[in-house]
T-cell receptor, first 116, second 114 residues
Framework: EAGVAQSPRYKIIEKRQSVAFWCNPI?????LYWYQQILGQGPKLLIQ????????DSQLPKDRFSAERLKGVDSTLKIQPAKLEDSAVYLC??????????????FGEGSRLTVL | GENVEQHPSTLSVQEGDSAVIKCTYS??????FPWYKQELGKGPQLIID?????GEKKDQRIAVTLNKTAKHFSLHITETQPEDSAVYFC?????????????FGSGTKLNVKP
């Protein structure tokens, strides 16, 4: 089974520029998450999709961050304009629906963003 | 919302010794508690989990204990090996029908010295 794919792995931009990250979840996983992981901290949920609908975006800074999941599969996370404090690793994860599954999260390797 | 606290933030042990990482949670509705291991440059990977109807679970050198009354759970690694060196995260998931929302601790960096 192929894992969660993310790209790019690394990105360096200047503040006020824009950046986009892409995620392809595990096939058949209905739920997709974007987490922000600042150095030395645990992952913090930015947005959660179930199929192509948003379940939770309460922690997403909507003035600069946006995300979409077209056709309930791939997802993109965009930051525009970027700030210095956006420097972090952006992790995408996916899981099956609850019910009989454990709801285990499967993470991608992350996209490391450096804002100068 | 749920708040998960994790201690210690760093832990250094000698190869062969045991390591214990502790987490507390605040939401009594949390019913699922996974532990993730994150190696350098990689995403977190599930190593063991426990549900709220179980007090302890073991998988070879790794065990997790849960005290629902005190709202804390712990990861125990015995006979540590250098390849156990990584950052470990605990997480808690409140019972929300059909939605999977996880709250993570701040992580413990485990260093196993050969």
């Amino acid at each position: 089974e192929a894992g969660v794919a993310q790209s790019p792995r690394y990105k360096i931009i200047e503040k006020r520029q824009s950046v986009a990250f892409w995620c392809n979840p595990i096939s058949g996983h209905a739920t997709l998450y974007w987490y922000q992981q600042i150095l030395g901290q645990g992952p913090k949920l930015l947005i959660q999709f179930q199929n192509n609908g948003v379940v939770d975006d309460s922690q997403l800074p909507k003035d600069r961050f946006s995300a979409e999941r077209l056709k309930g599969v791939d997802s993109t996370l965009k930051i525009q304009p970027a700030k210095l404090e956006d420097s972090a690793v952006y992790l995408c994860a996916s899981s099956r629906l609850q019910g009989r599954s454990t709801g285990e999260l499967f993470f991608g390797e992350g996209s490391r963003l450096t804002v100068l | 919302g749920e708040n998960v606290e994790q201690h210690p933030s760093t832990l250094s042990v000698q190869e062969g010794d045991s390591a214990v990482i502790k987490c507390t949670y605040s939401d009594s509705a949390s019913n699922y508690f996974p532990w993730y291991k994150q190696e350098l440059g990689k995403g977190p990977q599930l190593i063991i989990d426990i549900r709220s109807n179980v007090g302890e679970k073991k998988d070879q050198r790794i065990a997790v204990t849960l005290n629902k009354t005190a709202k804390h759970f712990s990861l125990h690694i015995t006979e540590t090996q250098p390849e156990d060196s990584a950052v470990y995260f605990c997480a808690a998931r409140p019972q929300i029908y059909n939605f999977n929302k996880f709250y993570f601790g701040s992580g413990t960096k485990l260093n196993v010295k050969p």
